[in-house]
């Protein structure tokens, strides 16, 4: 199985500032269609999660651009450029190229 | 606007059986794989199965395999998981999601196994 391994596990963050979190895979996961599916996802206190960037850097519709993703290879990152209160809550990155899909542990993203 | 309402959650002994449905609106749901994801109280997400759009195809977790089973019904836009043998480790909030990536996702049933 792939597993994801996301640090930091907690993420003190302050408004405005710069926010980034890691997603490191045990393997290459890249799909025999030449596409990594490396996804990000916000889970925010209460509610269902919601998915933010598909295939390592696209954002979802709807979704801030102060979020983007990154990486290849095993590396991945989650930034958001300027941390607000809203984005308050745990975020997870996923993979759906080899089964089992297979998710990182999550990291809470707080507000110092 | 794309909706998936999953419903059957409930408190079953363990051994036992549910069935669980995630009906689904706001897009052409024959064209879209489907997929089942839970989380076990305070705990992170752990995928459970996914269905080809036609249900021609299906894959499970280890953890559900032989257990659980998938299907769908398209005529109804209707999305089942079946949980047979449950075991208080089956005990989590299971969402349902569009296709392979989870792209939408519904708000959750809660199945306690106690």
């Known amino acids: 199985d792939v597993v994801l391994t996301q640090s930091p596990l907690s993420q003190p963050a302050t408004l405005g500032q710069p926010a980034s979190i890691s997603c490191r895979s045990s393997e290459i996961f890249v799909h025999s269609n030449g596409d990594t599916y490396l996804n990000w996802f916000q889970q925010r206190p209460g509610q269902s999660p919601r998915r933010l960037i598909y295939?390592?850097?696209n954002r979802d519709s709807g979704v801030p651009d102060r979020f983007s993703g990154s990486g290849s290879g095993t590396d991945f990152t989650l930034k958001i450029s300027r941390v607000e209160a809203e984005d308050v809550g745990v975020y997870y990155c996923?993979?759906?190229?080899?089964?089992?899909?297979?998710f990182g542990q999550g990291t809470k993203l707080e507000i110092k | 606007e794309v909706q998936l309402l999953e419903s059957g959650g409930a408190l079953v002994r363990p051994g036992g059986s549910l069935r669980l449905s995630c009906a689904a609106s706001g897009f052409t749901f024959s064209d879209y794989a489907m997929t089942w994801v839970r989380q076990a109280p305070g705990k992170g997400l752990e995928w459970v199965s996914t269905i080809s759009h036609n249900g021609g195809g299906t894959n499970y977790a280890d953890s559900v395999k032989g257990r659980f089973f998938i299907s769908r019904d398209n005529s109804k836009n209707t999305l089942f998981l079946q949980m047979n043998t449950l075991t208080p480790a089956d005990t989590a909030v299971y969402y349902c999601?569009?296709?392979?990536?989870?792209?939408?996702w519904g708000q959750g049933a809660l199945v306690t196994v106690s």
């Open positions: 295939k390592v850097s």
């Open positions: 999601a569009a296709n392979w990536h989870c792209d939408y």
């Open positions: 996923m993979q759906s190229t080899h089964w089992p899909h297979t």
